[in-house]
């Protein structure tokens, strides 16, 4: 009785404060359609980094298919631990024009909150990403983009390259070269992007993805030196269906990669116009990938008198690139243009290559790089706030500035990708070395950079 009475002595004041209290207001859940939409498309992006391994891997000679299999694997583990440690605080806290703070090394901060997390910063009213889904969820997807952009690059130094250099040269690439570009375009206070810059137009990653990687390979297959058997002593591509499966797994991750891009699901309107944009950049994407197919199927045809496997996948390839910063941007016939112009621009671009004697070997620069120029163009062109109350329009709307805005994000695009990629390959190769040894590279790579081959020697093109 007398501990009974003691307890209840002590709890009345400690009740009455409880009584008094105001409940806290819980904090603002996330929504679940827009999360679980946002996690599915992150697992759609990074499918597409095997997708591209398949697409490089069938191009290359079968004592190499491993090597380029794991140029693009490998990604996986660097920049899924680098974009946690300090990629992601670089690209996206809140900093300088130029680049993020280091606010959120080691995502420090970066939680499950949906919104605030850019409070105090400028512009004032943007307060976080994407304000339905855990910032986690914001910081994954964008993990994925960080993850394939560099792969992208190794369709210009596959069978030549050092696996010890090109590790080393992708750590670096992602860190200087496209942590800053992605935090001007993406990032608020960028220099470039909608969020208190020049206003660029870069929907999912013409300029941070495909010109950034595109240009890095001309500049690195330049540094690197051409492979031993160019121009002379090329092989057809080793493995047709392991392109055409390559291209398939890239056209299906790239809805992840545009729809994705629109953060939510959620309809929205401009002006009197209903919209939905991640249902737009959808269909826009799968349209632009049809034309792109289509297109370089109608060129082969009646240039070369057989429309070839390869250059479907390269179509495709070439359409989803063009339409990659317009598609939640533009109607689904800008799409069909998109699409056609790209693939047209590409194929004539690969077909002059050899005047620059460079040895990109898989066209890296000529479908990413010009395939990402045009498309950053014809952004400018067919933009309209009729698809995307927060874009702008575009020429064809009026808006004649926007074009000179996208001009100038190309440059910048350029200049970065282009001066940045050089001086890291200059530093690698003063320290640990570009190429591997001669005798290396006739053998094949596979045998000598990783122990391993890809097929028994029996079917392989190694001599026995």
């Known amino acids: 009785m007398i501990g009974a009475m003691t307890l209840l002595i002590l709890g009345v004041p400690l009740m009455g404060n409880a009584f008094a209290q105001t409940p806290a207001a819980a904090p603002p859940a996330a929504d679940t359609g827009d999360t679980a939409f946002m996690l599915i498309s992150a697992a759609l992006v990074l499918l597409m980094t095997p997708g591209l391994a398949f697409f490089y891997g069938g191009f290359v000679r079968s004592r190499n298919i491993l090597n380029t299999l794991m140029m693009s694997f490998v990604l996986m583990a ?15 806290a809140p900093g300088l024009p130029f680049i993020g703070g280091l606010q959120w090394l080691g995502l420090n901060g970066v939680g499950l909150e949906i919104t605030d997390y850019l409070k105090g910063s400028n512009p004032p009213e943007v307060v976080s990403y994407a304000g339905t889904i855990p910032h986690q969820a914001f910081m994954i997807y964008q993990a994925m983009f960080a993850i394939i952009t560099p792969a992208l690059i190794s369709g210009a130094l596959v069978e030549r390259m050092s696996f010890r250099a090109y590790s080393l040269f992708v750590l670096l690439w992602s860190t200087f070269v496209y942590a800053p570009l992605a935090h001007m375009v993406w990032a608020k206070g960028g220099f470039l992007g909608l969020y208190g810059g020049l206003g660029a137009l870069d929907f999912a990653g013409g300029t941070v993805v495909h010109i950034s990687s595109g240009v890095s390979a001309l500049v690195a297959a330049s540094v690197l030196g051409a492979r031993n058997t160019h121009p002379d002593r090329l092989s057809p591509p080793h493995n047709v269906p392991f392109i055409l499966l390559g291209a398939g797994l890239l056209w299906f991750g790239w809805f992840g990669f545009n729809a994705g891009s629109a953060l939510s699901v959620a309809g929205g309107t401009s002006g009197n116009l209903v919209t939905n944009v991640a249902t737009s ?5 799968n349209t632009a990938a049809a034309a792109g197919a289509l297109m370089l199927l109608i060129l082969e045809g009646v240039l070369r008198g057989k429309p070839t496997a390869v250059g479907a996948a390269t179509g495709a390839v070439a359409g989803l690139v063009g339409i990659t910063p317009a598609a939640g941007f533009v109607t689904p016939l800008s799409a069909i243009l998109i699409g056609f112009v790209t693939a047209f621009v590409c194929f004539y671009s690969i077909s002059y290559k050899h005047k ?5 070997a898989l066209d890296s620069y000529f479908v990413h790089g010009v395939g990402g120029t045009v498309g950053a163009i014809l952004t400018g062109i ?15 709307r009026g808006n004649f500035g926007e074009l000179g805005v996208q001009l100038a994000a190309i440059a910048v695009a350029y200049a970065i990708a282009g001066v940045g990629t050089w001086i890291i390959l200059k530093v690698i190769d003063a320290t640990v070395g570009l190429r591997v040894k001669e005798e290396a590279e006739l053998q094949g790579l596979d045998i000598n950079e990783h122990g391993e081959e890809g097929y028994n020697s029996e079917f392989g093109d190694r001599p026995i």
């Open 78 to 92: 660097i920049v899924g631990v680098t974009w946690i440690l300090w990629g992601y605080s670089l690209a996206f």
């Open 281 to 285: 950049a959808f269909v826009a994407t």
């Open 356 to 360: 620059l004697k460079i040895d990109d």
């Open 382 to 396: 067919f933009a309209t706030t009729e698809i995307n109350g927060g874009g702008k329009d575009g020429v064809l």
